[in-house]
């Protein structure tokens, strides 16, 4: 709960205005380059200004604080006595330069993906398995291209405009498993064997356990149970 | 040569009784029956002794009192000194350093003030370590060691060191600039008896040369690499082969450009390590190699002296397991890279029994500081830093984790805390569960924030620490202070040596009551507080004993500080501005002062004026 609420935090503060004069910018990452003239005698008649607000406003939102523990989040954006985001002041916190990147760098890529989601992908006909980690790519495309690479033999099999299969067109989806060509399945949460493309990226990455590459003529009795699974999930 | 001995040119001469009462003995030396005295020269005779004496003492403090008593012991401990320690660069200069000690086998210097890693400061300020490096290679070839902390050093200075300098033994660099990958390439491949590279917190340009290629092949002395702050890539082959032909390497921290599956295959080839940083501790991005993991359990139960470990840069939680092993040995530990939950922090942390130092994110949160306070009963460091640290971010650390620590960590000597909301009851209850306490520094990151609880200002819980903690040298304040706390400090704060001041106080009056009251004061720091000139002339009569005080975004005027200067012609005052501004403005942005023996330095950029 922690984490989630984090994020919500993190984007909020994103959004707010920084006080007019403040000089920072918005953004967390500015502070750095913002203008020195942020410290000079005028940032010492801003903070003083920003004292006096916080000094009157502190009580008014400690209360509430105290009143309302867990729910944070909205009593941000809908109290009204607490102060929008602040600019940013230089050197404050004092974290040095080098610390304050290198989270920045994590956070981005944490945002994108919380945890690794390394699957093992055998190929029928392979001596050796690998693995994959399905959240270094953002679409099945650039999945097949991974894969290709890895088992240079493998072709895919032509996946339409918008990387899916087109399962309501049944004819395609036959011309394709009755081929040579090897298709990529998966093995989903269920313990079932699926053909990869079914369901939009993101669910994929979320239900793969393992991917398995075998000859579309052997991918031909998942191909049913592919489209029941679709059909009930529409 | 330290800051003590600074104030001292030449000793009173009615100390020099000693060298006095020799001569005397020579005189009637041949009517006595002492043949040493007869035929040695006494100042010689005695001399040596002192020599071989002196020669024991270890400690800058003691050695600079020994200094004091007469002009003999101030000749001998310059000669027996080995070890020279300049806290500022610029209070001495290379040739008058070179010249009183004459048989220096280790440097150490410090040169920026500590405000100007939060960029404070516009960079190219100076601290430049070219001229000692020349003067070093001129007056010590024998020069052994070298221990540099916020300076700037080029390609040429490491150059110098490694061709001038034969064995060359050691270097450290923490907070330092100004050097790429070349130098470090000429600088290992030159120093043949190297031990010891510890680049520590210091930015290293990439000048895409192979450093680690440099190394020359063979045996290697190694016992220390160090370079975890390096951004750039490493030729892994080169580190590995290095790592085999360093049998004493005991020390091994390396970037986050190592892969985990790299860092298996250079701990197997060390299971002597000491010292380890893992590196990314995750996997390269290329796919992992196959169905067979490396046992990456063993590869840590190997480790069997592995007592420090850090690192974890780029760290997949799910390989935390590999390190339990290595856990109930452990006295330091850095995860202070590692964005990991409570939850994750939990396993590892029931096992560190014997820790002792331990850095660590806020993500861990105030159930994650309850569990490191229910093991971790010999904890001395505690350092937590923000995930986020933006005034208003989130806040995972609150005074239930401090509370939860002082409870847990008894023995307690220093804290280093990012929070976003504290309370004086937590801070009061870690002042007397933890009397051990020499370094307490509490950063409230929100400016100007008073108690939650209360609403009252941080007053009473930093006056609490300062009259609890009888060992306290360090403090840094933070949060909405009144006059008050600056008053409990100068009251009881009586042997605070470095004092760290941001957005809090009232009026001259807080100043005033630490210059007055702290007598052991040496290093001064205060951002955007309201102090003015008045406050500053109350601190005339301790200036000289002090490294340096430093001032910015304060009420000074640069007529206030040209008094200073006046009226202390020992001390160099620099008025520093920001880079862009030319003229002095009516107000003084950056007042950054120090005593030199030197007067003003040479080398000074555009944007500062020395008064």
């Given at each position: 709960m922690q984490g989630t609420e984090r994020d919500l935090n993190y984007k909020e503060t994103e959004l707010c205005l920084g006080l007019p004069g403040g000089g920072g910018g918005g953004g967390g990452e500015n502070e750095v380059e913002s203008s020195p003239k942020t410290t000079g005698k005028r940032g010492f008649s801003e903070t003083v200004d920003l004292k006096l607000n916080l000094q009157s406003k502190e009580a008014g939102m400690d209360l509430n604080q105290n009143l309302e523990t867990c729910s944070k989040q909205t009593a941000c954006t809908k109290d009204p006595s607490k102060p929008p985001a602040k600019a940013q002041v230089l050197?404050?916190?004092?974290?040095?330069s080098y610390r304050k990147n290198i989270m920045a760098n994590q956070k981005n890529s944490s945002e994108e993906c919380e945890k690794a989601a390394f699957v093992k992908v055998s190929m029928d006909g392979a001596p050796y398995l690998r693995k994959v980690d399905l959240k270094m790519y953002n679409s099945y495309q650039k999945l097949s291209d991974a894969l290709a690479k890895m088992f240079s033999s493998f072709t895919m099999g032509n996946y339409g405009s918008q990387g899916m299969i087109d399962f309501m067109n049944e004819s395609k989806l036959m011309d394709l498993l009755n081929s040579s060509d090897y298709v990529p399945t998966y093995e989903d949460k269920d313990g079932d064997w699926m053909l990869v493309g079914d369901v939009p990226w993101e669910m994929f990455v979320e239900s793969c356990k393992r991917l398995r590459i075998m000859k579309g003529s052997e991918a031909i009795g998942l191909a049913p149970r592919a489209m029941e699974k679709c059909k009930s999930r529409a | 040569m330290s800051e003590d001995d600074e104030r001292q040119q030449s000793p009173p001469s009615d100390l020099d009784f000693v060298s006095n009462k020799a001569r005397n003995c020579n005189a009637t030396g041949s009517g006595s029956g002492h043949p040493e005295f007869q035929s040695a020269y006494p100042d010689q005779v005695l001399e040596n002794v002192l020599e071989n004496v002196l020669h024991f003492l270890t400690s800058k403090r003691d050695r600079n009192a020994a200094s004091l008593v007469c002009k003999s012991w101030y000749r001998v401990e310059a000669l027996t000194r080995s070890e020279l320690f300049i806290g500022n660069c610029y209070a001495v200069s290379p040739a008058r350093a070179t010249a009183r000690f004459t048989r220096v086998r280790a440097l150490q210097l410090k040169g920026k003030p500590r405000f100007a890693d939060f960029n404070l400061m516009p960079p190219d300020w100076g601290a430049h370590f070219n001229p000692w490096a020349l003067a070093m290679a001129k007056a010590y070839p024998w020069l052994e060691k070298v221990h540099l902390k916020r300076m700037t050093v080029t390609d040429d200075d490491l150059a110098t060191l490694a061709l001038l300098l034969l064995g060359f033994k050691e270097l450290v660099l923490v907070c330092c600039d100004g050097f790429g990958t070349s130098g470090l390439a000429i600088f290992v491949n030159e120093c043949r008896q190297l031990k010891v590279l510890d680049l520590i917190d210091s930015e290293v340009s990439d000048d895409e040369t192979d450093w680690i290629s440099c190394f020359p092949e063979g045996e290697s002395h190694l016992e220390s690499l160090i370079f975890d702050c390096v951004e750039c890539h490493i030729n892994f082959e080169a580190l590995e082969r290095l790592v085999a032909n360093?049998?004493?390497?005991?020390k091994l921290r390396l970037n986050r450009y190592v892969s985990i599956g790299q860092l298996y295959r250079l701990m197997i080839r060390a299971p002597q390590l000491t010292h380890l940083g893992t590196g990314s501790f995750s996997p390269s991005e290329i796919a992992g190699q196959g169905d067979q993991e490396p046992d990456y359990v063993n590869a840590f139960a190997a480790c069997k002296s592995l007592v420090c470990l850090s690192g974890f840069r780029e760290i997949i939680p799910d390989y935390l397991p590999a390190i339990y092993p290595v856990c109930a040995n452990l006295t330091s530990l850095n995860f202070s890279y590692a964005n990991i939950t409570a939850e994750q922090l939990k396993p590892i942390i029931s096992k560190c029994h014997k820790l002792q130092v331990f850095w660590v994110l806020d993500s861990i949160c105030d159930e994650g500081l309850q569990a490191v306070a229910a093991t971790c009963k010999e904890l001395r460091e505690l350092r937590v830093f923000p995930v986020d640290p933006r005034e208003d971010g989130d806040g995972p650390v609150s005074e239930v984790g401090l509370q939860a620590i002082s409870e847990g960590c008894r023995k307690l000597q220093s804290i280093l805390y990012f929070c976003q909301r504290m309370t004086n009851a937590a801070v009061i209850a870690m002042s007397k569960n933890c009397p051990d306490l020499v370094v307490f520094r509490l950063c409230i990151m929100g400016r100007h924030r008073a108690d939650p609880v209360t609403g009252e200002p941080m007053d009473d819980g930093f006056g609490a620490i300062v009259m609890n903690c009888k060992k306290l040298t360090r403090l840094a304040v933070s949060g909405l202070l009144t006059d008050k706390a600056f008053d409990y400090i100068g009251q009881h704060g009586k042997l605070v040596r470095t004092l760290s001041v941001a957005f809090a106080g009232d009026s001259d009056m807080g100043l005033k009551y630490v210059l007055e009251g702290c007598p052991q004061l040496q290093k001064l720091e205060i951002r955007d507080s309201p102090f003015g000139d008045a406050a500053l002339r109350s601190g005339l009569h301790h200036y000289y004993n002090m490294r340096f005080l430093w001032m910015s975004s304060c009420r000074l005027t640069p007529s206030g500080c040209q008094e200073i200067a006046r009226a202390m012609p020992r001390l160099v005052v620099e008025v520093i501005r920001s880079a862009d501004e030319e003229e002095m403005d009516d107000a003084v942005e950056i007042l950054y002062m120090y005593r030199s023996l030197e007067g003003p330095r040479t080398d000074l950029p555009k944007f500062v004026t020395i008064l």
């Open positions: 050197g404050w916190p004092p974290v040095r | 360093s049998p004493s390497l005991k």
